[in-house]
C-alpha cells in the first residue's frame, strides 16, 4: 500500500492509496465518516478503462483541531475493530 | 469505537451457508462480500504441459477447462505458490476431473465429476484418443481470474420484518411472494418454510414489509475450494491487513 | 516435418524437391503428425 500525497493542508487531505479499490476505499470511507472532527470524506477512482489515473484518491475534510492524517489514522484502526468484532462474532456463532 | 456485531447461522454447510449479522452498517457488509469474491485466493491450475493430446479438441481449449476446476486449498498455501498435478486418460472414455492425480494429497478436485473431454476409440483407427497432462496449479486471488474465486453466489439482502396492518378484503386471495428470511417474535424464519408466500403465513391479513436496518443476511456458496467459514474469514483477515498497512504507512 | 499418407497410412518425410505426393502409394493428401515435443499452455 503506497500513499501518495496529493494536497495537505491544514483541514483538508488528498491522498492516493495505491493497489486498493472499492473493496477497501468503501469501508475505509465509511469509517472516516464515523470518526470524531471529520466534516467531509470521500473517494474517487476511475475505470480500467479510462487510462491514466485509476490508484483511488481519498480526500478528507476535518473540522477545526482535527489533522485529516490523524483521522485517517483513527479510521484505519477503526476499521481494524471492526474486522476484529466481526471474527469474534462469527466464530461464536459456527 | 468499537461496534459489536451479533452473527446467527440459518443454514450451516461446507458448501452453502446463510447468516444473519445484526448492527453492521451497508458499507462493511459490501466489503466483506466484495473481499469474499475478489481477495481470498484460492488454488486453480495455471500451467498446463501436454505430452498426448489426439482428443478432438486443441491443447489450450481442455487447459481452459481444467483451470476452471476447483481445487480444494489448504491454508499454508501462499500466494505464487503451486501444486503438481497429472491426468492420463485414454479412449474410450471419458476424461473427469476426478482423474487429476495430485502430488499433495490435499490438493485435489472439488468434485471428481466434472467432464473434461469425451476421449473416442475411433472405428479404423490404429490407436484410442489419449489426453496426457501435467498441470500446475497456482495460488492467486479472483480478481486476477474468475477461475481463483472461491465464492461463487455471494451476496446479501435485509433481514425483513412483517406487520400486519389489518385484514385482507374477502376478494384478496392472490399470493404475495416474498424470498429471504424473516424476524418473527425475534425468531429467523425463512422464506420457504411458508413457500415464500406470505398469504399462506399470514392468511386473510393484509401486511406490510419493512426491512431491519442493519441487519443482513448473508447467502454464501463456495465452489468447494475452501469452506464458507474459511472463506469469510479469509475475507475479513484481508481487509484486516489492509487495515492495519494503512495504519503503518499514515504513522510513517 | 513428419506426416502421414491418409491413404496406406505410411510415414512420410517431405523433401523440398519430392513435392506433396507419398513416396510408396502416390497419394497426394498428407496429414501432419503432432510433434512429440511437450507443449506448455498458460491458462488465461
Known amino acids: 500500500m503506497d500513499l501518495r500525497v496529493i494536497e495537505s493542508e491544514e483541514a483538508e487531505l488528498s491522498i492516493e492509496i495505491a493497489g486498493e479499490d472499492h473493496t477497501f476505499m468503501n469501508v475505509l470511507k465509511e469509517a472516516l465518516l464515523e470518526t470524531e472532527g471529520v466534516g467531509a470524506a470521500t473517494y474517487d477512482m476511475n475505470p480500467e478503462q479510462s487510462g491514466g489515473q485509476t490508484d483511488p484518491i481519498l480526500t478528507i475534510k476535518t473540522e477545526e483541531d482535527t489533522a485529516p492524517l490523524d483521522a485517517l489514522e483513527t479510521a484505519a484502526r477503526n476499521v481494524r475493530d471492526k474486522t476484529d468484532s466481526f471474527r469474534t462474532a462469527f466464530e461464536a456463532a459456527a | ?252 | 516435418m513428419s506426416y502421414k499418407c491418409s491413404r496406406c497410412k505410411r510415414d512420410v518425410e517431405l523433401d523440398e524437391y519430392g513435392g506433396v505426393r507419398c513416396p510408396y502409394c502416390g497419394h497426394r493428401v498428407l496429414l501432419k503428425e503432432r510433434s512429440r515435443d511437450i507443449k506448455e499452455i498458460d491458462v488465461h
Open chain 2, 1 to 252: 469505537m468499537s461496534e459489536d456485531y451479533e452473527v446467527e447461522f440459518i443454514d450451516r454447510d461446507e458448501r452453502d451457508a446463510r447468516f444473519v449479522v445484526r448492527d453492521i452498517t451497508p458499507a462493511f457488509a459490501n466489503g466483506i462480500r466484495r473481499a469474499i469474491v475478489s481477495d481470498v485466493p484460492t488454488l486453480s491450475i495455471d500451467t498446463v504441459r501436454v505430452i498426448e493430446n489426439s482428443s478432438v479438441m486443441f491443447d489450450e481449449q481442455i487447459s481452459l477447462r481444467l483451470g476452471l476446476v476447483p481445487l480444494t486449498t489448504p491454508d499454508d498455501y501462499d500466494v505464487g505458490e503451486t501444486a503438481t498435478l497429472a491426468l492420463d486418460v485414454e479412449g474410450p472414455d471419458t476424461a473427469y476431473s476426478g482423474d487429476l492425480v495430485s502430488a499433495d494429497d490435499r490438493v485435489e478436485p472439488a468434485d471428481d465429476n466434472i467432464p473434461i473431454i469425451d476421449l473416442k476409440y475411433p472405428e479404423g483407427a490404429d490407436s484410442p484418443q489419449r489426453l496426457e497432462i501435467e498441470a500446475e496449479a497456482v495460488m492467486d486471488h479472483g480478481k486476477s481470474h474468475a477461475k481463483h474465486q472461491g465464492g461463487v453466489a455471494v451476496g446479501y439482502r435485509h433481514l425483513q420484518r412483517i406487520e400486519v396492518v389489518g385484514d385482507a378484503a374477502d376478494w384478496e386471495d392472490e399470493p404475495n411472494i416474498l424470498r429471504g428470511v424473516i424476524e418473527d417474535d425475534g425468531e429467523l424464519v425463512p422464506t420457504e418454510s411458508f413457500d415464500h408466500d406470505l398469504s399462506k403465513r399470514y392468511p386473510g391479513k393484509e401486511v406490510e414489509v419493512h426491512d431491519v436496518p442493519n441487519a443482513f443476511v448473508f447467502s454464501i456458496e463456495s465452489d468447494g475450494s475452501l469452506p464458507v467459514s474459511d472463506l469469510v474469514l479469509n475475507a475479513v483477515d484481508s481487509l484486516a491487513d489492509r487495515a492495519d498497512e494503512l495504519e503503518q504507512a499514515v504513522q510513517l
